[in-house]
């Protein structure tokens, strides 16, 4: 049973984090497109589509290059088309190759990536006071092992943060403001699409494969050698987790919006 549940703890800690955080995206925007309404929700996705499905696919597209795909042909927005695709990016690669098709994770779910990127660059950009504090608390906190719930606890400090920055230093209020716009645009296309799924699900068979020789021989390196790769990739995931905070505090806010409007319209009595 240590085999299995070392195997288990593998898959966790090294992809769990960005599966998690792109669901709760996911999750989100579905509570908010049915707590808006279809119309009002398709005006709020085609708005933020105008920087959210750029960064999207320019994110899978990074993904090809970096696990060695051709990129076949490319679209980053096109808002016209009737088809309910915004963008997309269509790209070849060797099916012998190991490497190839444990890429097809990676760029399938490349947008989580990309998306979380983009949002740490406008923290450091517009608030880096903020994201200061932040990244030295997440040190710390590994220093002293601490856990996903304290690590989120942090996090969420980062948002009295944020709003303690807001007046202050040389950064000017309106850049600030569009940052925080970039990021909240972003954020609610992290989601990803059927196609995305599919083509990381590709490539899962050969990473479940790895994933098992891997637990083989550490197994047979002794209990010391287990214990010791999931300490370390348990501090690995918490930090992964910790950085992506941003990105649920992001989905939060829209969840939060959808709320407002709910109640809005209920009270309004608006269909």
């Known amino acids: 049973m240590e085999y299995v549940s070392l195997f288990f703890q593998i898959l966790f800690y090294t992809l769990g984090v960005p599966v998690i955080c792109g669901f709760t995206v996911f999750l989100c925007e579905w509570l908010l497109l049915r707590m808006v309404g279809r119309g009002f929700g398709h005006t709020v996705v085609m708005a933020t589509s105008a920087i959210g499905t750029p960064v999207h696919e320019l994110s899978h597209a990074l993904m090809c290059i970096i696990f060695g795909h051709?990129?076949?042909?490319?679209?980053?927005?096109?808002?016209?088309?009737n088809?309910?695709?915004?963008?997309?990016?269509?790209?070849?690669?060797?099916?012998?190759?190991?490497?190839?098709?444990?890429g097809n994770i990676f760029i399938g779910i490349g947008p989580v990536f990309g998306g979380l990127g983009v949002i740490l660059l406008c923290m450091v950009l517009a608030f880096p006071e903020t994201f200061h504090a932040y990244t030295q608390n997440i040190s710390s906190m590994t220093v002293e092992g601490g856990s996903f719930f304290s690590m989120l606890t942090g996090g969420l400090g980062m948002i009295t943060g944020i709003f303690g920055e807001w007046s202050n230093g040389d950064i000017s209020v309106g850049w600030r403001i569009f940052a925080v716009a970039v990021m909240l645009c972003?954020?609610?296309?992290?989601?990803?699409?059927?196609?995305?799924?599919?083509?990381?699900?590709?490539?899962?068979?050969?990473?479940?494969?790895?994933?098992?020789?891997?637990?083989?021989?550490?197994?047979?390196?002794?209990?010391?050698?287990?214990?010791?790769?999931?300490?370390?990739?348990?501090?690995?995931?918490?930090?992964?987790?910790?950085?992506?905070?941003?990105?649920?505090?992001?989905?939060?806010?829209?969840?939060?919006?959808?709320?407002?409007?709910?109640?809005?319209?209920?009270?309004?009595?608006?269909?």
């Not at 494969?209 to 010391?224: D, K, N, Q």
């Open 70 to 81: 051709r990129i076949d042909e490319m679209a980053l927005w096109r808002p016209l088309h």
């Open 83 to 102: 088809d309910g695709t915004l963008g997309y990016v269509s790209h070849s690669y060797n099916k012998r190759n190991i490497y190839h098709q444990i």
């Open 186 to 271: 972003v954020s609610l296309h992290i989601t990803l699409s059927g196609a995305d799924i599919k083509g990381a699900l590709g490539g899962l068979p050969v990473y479940l494969g790895l994933t098992l020789i891997a637990t083989v021989i550490i197994s047979l390196l002794g209990t010391e050698a287990m214990t010791g790769t999931i300490s370390v990739l348990r501090m690995f995931s918490a930090i992964s987790f910790a950085l992506f905070v941003p990105v649920f505090v992001c989905a939060a806010i829209w969840l939060a919006l959808g709320i407002l409007i709910y109640l809005l319209r209920k009270l309004l009595h608006l269909r």
